[in-house]
Structures are given as structure tokens and as C-alpha cells.
Nanobody, 115 residues
Framework: QMQIVESGGGLVQTGGSLRLTCAAS????????MGWYRQAPGSRREFVAS???????SYRDSVKGRFTVSRDNAKNTLTLQMNNLKPEDTAVYSC?????????WGQGTQVTVSS
């Protein structure tokens, strides 16, 4: 069983930066595809970025060039560096660990971007 805890959210002005961290425990993340998702009020959860166990990286189009996802298997962590933040990035950001048979979620961390 894997436990996931996100941190690093907060309030930032438009154009600012935040760095989110996802810390996993109870199981190694090395065999999992790790991803970030977000959910704004009144909206469905949406994919933000992911990094597979192979190192393959994917981003949603609206964050390309602004967000960078990385993983450290030795530290069992996933990171999302978010630059040039926009009000539309405001959401609860959640970390997901996914394998062929298992999927784990954290509770999420709030990111608010003021205009």
C-alpha cells in the first residue's frame, strides 16, 4: 500500500512560480507512472503532467513550456515546477501513482493564482 502526500501549494500572483512535491511512502515509485492532476471548482479533474517509469514525459498543452515534471526514485518523490502561473492554473493539484493494476492518490494541495 502506498501513501502519497503533496506539498508546496499556496497563493501566488500571476507570473509567479511554485514548486509542488509529492512524497510517497510504503512502496517504491520506481515501477509506477507518476502524474499530476488538477481540479478547479465546478470542473472535472484534468491531467497536467506525467512521467513514466521509463522517463517518458507528457504535458497537457496549456502548461507546456511553463511546467516541468521530474521524479527522484531514490527519494521516492515527484516534483512539479510551475513557472509563469496564470489564474486559470488555480486548482487543487493531486499526485497519482499508477501501475497496470494499482492506482494511488494523494489528498491534494491548493494552488491559487491571483490576477
Amino acid at each position: 500500500q502506498m501513501q502519497i502526500v503533496e506539498s508546496g501549494g499556496g497563493l501566488v500572483q500571476t507570473g509567479g512560480s511554485l514548486r509542488l512535491t509529492c512524497a510517497a511512502s510504503g512502496s517504491s515509485i520506481s515501477a509506477y507512472t507518476m502524474g499530476w492532476y488538477r481540479q478547479a471548482p465546478g470542473s472535472r479533474r484534468e491531467f497536467v503532467a506525467s512521467i513514466a517509469d521509463t522517463g517518458e514525459i507528457s504535458y497537457r498543452d496549456s502548461v507546456k513550456g511553463r511546467f516541468t515534471v521530474s521524479r527522484d526514485n531514490a527519494k521516492n518523490t515527484l516534483t512539479l515546477q510551475m513557472n509563469n502561473l496564470k489564474p486559470e492554473d488555480t486548482a487543487v493539484y493531486s499526485c497519482n501513482a499508477k501501475s497496470n493494476f494499482l492506482s494511488y492518490w494523494g489528498q491534494g494541495t491548493q494552488v491559487t493564482v491571483s490576477s
